[in-house]
């Protein structure tokens, strides 16, 4: 059993019933190995809750890094709408509200922080820039909830008036 099936039977157990039904045993049982085998690659409920983490913020820099755009915020915009139209940020609303420790946040923290501050000196308009960026962080809490609220000719004009901006 590999380290990610595992925490993708993590993720689709919170989404399916709700942090309180995330245990090892419920995890172990749901991908399909001992709690050992589990174990072995998480020691305790807080490391898979913080390898969850993790993994989630190794996929969107992996997404931001795949952006063709010139400028750190038109990649972290990029970024942010295929995570939206990847209908997929459910599972990050549901990871980060699983943990109830913030110290297990703390990657989450440090990450946005980055996200954030990244490259702003080098925008041609660092306050536009912050603007955008907080803006996506607006469209991804609402589409986390409602994945299906905007269409995507409006995620289209979204996109252009935030890229105009800058």
């Given amino acids: 059993m590999r380290r990610d099936e595992l925490l993708d039977a993590a993720e689709e157990l919170l989404c399916d019933q709700g942090s309180a039904a995330l245990t090892l045993a419920a995890v172990a049982d749901r991908a399909g190995v001992s709690k050992g085998g589990l174990l072995y690659h998480f020691s305790s409920k807080e490391?898979?809750?913080k390898g969850m983490v993790e993994r989630l913020i190794g996929e969107f820099d992996d997404l931001l890094a795949a952006q063709p755009h010139d400028t750190y915020t038109k990649r972290y915009l990029g970024a942010t709408l295929a995570a939206v139209r990847s209908g997929r940020l459910r599972r990050w609303a549901v990871v980060t509200g699983a943990s109830g420790n913030l110290f297990l946040l703390a990657p989450l923290r440090d990450a946005m922080a980055r996200w954030h501050c990244e490259g702003?000196?080098?925008?041609?308009?660092?306050?536009?820039?912050?603007?955008?960026?907080?803006?996506?962080?607006?469209?991804?809490d609402v589409a986390s909830h409602d994945p299906g609220l905007h269409t995507e000719s409006e995620l289209v004009a979204l996109e252009a008036r935030l890229l105009a901006l800058l």
């Fill in 120 to 140: 702003l000196s080098d925008e041609p308009d660092p306050v536009a820039s912050q603007i955008v960026r907080l803006a996506c962080e607006g469209l991804w």
């Fill in 47 to 49: 490391a898979l809750i």
